[in-house]
């Protein structure tokens, strides 16, 4: 009970850290590469010219010439779509944008809010991964009642200072701590990726069909998502 008081403690120390620290950089830090700048403006764009559902960008890297349609604000320059991204960041960037309007910590904060998803993820699943340890220990019969308080007390101990490591190192984690901060995809994709993988995990341990329901889930969003936007793109492109 100690240690699990500890842990909690400790874990709650360094989570202040996180937000608070993040929140500061989010306010205060202009964009810093080209990245950020750029998915902020594709955001803003898609917002601008009303594509919701795909993507658009004038980057010169992402360029696809029969993808093209005329900027709004110059009909002699040209925006693209693009297809390699979902737009779900996106349309929480816009979201964003229109509730604490166009700035970088508006931009910024569907990052940072996926961020902390990821870390609750890991909490979340460690509880249930605790939960189902406990009731296994206690139905086992192959020690006394008394050796198996001792036992499971012990073993409980050891899983909660594992947990407790691993979530510091997650939180602490250079890639996790930098993409929460700034407007970019990636923290989007570990999000979904990190709730993959511990649905599948904790599916093998509970047999629960619910959890394998997610592991499916994560990845058809995408599909779908991409299906989506390729139509759209087509229709666009037949009506222009």
């Known amino acids: 009970m100690l240690k699990s008081k500890v842990s909690l403690l400790i874990i709650t120390f360094f989570l202040l850290i996180f937000v608070i620290k993040s929140i500061n ?11 950020e700048a750029h ?10 010219h009303q594509s919701y559902l795909v993507p658009l960008t004038g980057s010169t890297q992402d360029r696809i010439d029969h993808l093209k349609i005329p ?7 040209n925006l693209y779509y693009h297809l390699e991204r979902p737009g779900l960041i996106y349309w929480f960037m816009m979201a964003s944008t229109s509730i604490f309007g166009d700035k970088e910590f508006a931009y910024r904060l569907p990052s940072f ?15 249930v991964g605790l939960k189902k340890q406990k009731s296994n220990e206690r139905h086992s019969e192959l020690v006394s009642e008394s050796q198996n308080i001792g036992i499971l007390k012990r073993v409980q101990d050891d899983n909660v200072t594992a947990l407790t490591i ?5 939180i602490t984690s250079a ?12 923290t989007g994709l570990t999000f979904f990726l990190f709730l993959s993988l511990l649905s599948l995990i904790t599916f ?9 329901n997610l592991v499916v889930f994560c990845p058809m969003i995408k599909i779908f998502l991409l299906s989506l936007f390729n139509e759209k793109v087509k229709s666009k492109l037949r009506f222009h």
Do not use: C, H
Not at 39 to 48: F, G, P, S, V, W
Not at 166 to 170: D, I, K, P, T
Not at 204 to 212: P, Q, V, W
């Open 39 to 48: 998915r902020a403006e594709n955001a803003r764009r898609m917002k601008d």
């Open 71 to 77: 900027f709004k604000e110059n009909p002699n320059v």
């Open 204 to 212: 093998a341990e509970t047999k629960k069909n619910g959890y394998l």
């Open 25 to 35: 950089i989010m306010e205060v830090n202009p964009f810093y590469d080209f990245d």
């Open 113 to 127: 809010l996926l961020g902390f998803g990821t870390i609750l993820l890991f909490i979340f699943f460690a509880k």
């Open 175 to 186: 890639d996790l701590w930098l993409s929460s901060q700034y407007a970019q995809l990636d």
């Open 166 to 170: 691993g979530l510091l190192a997650l």
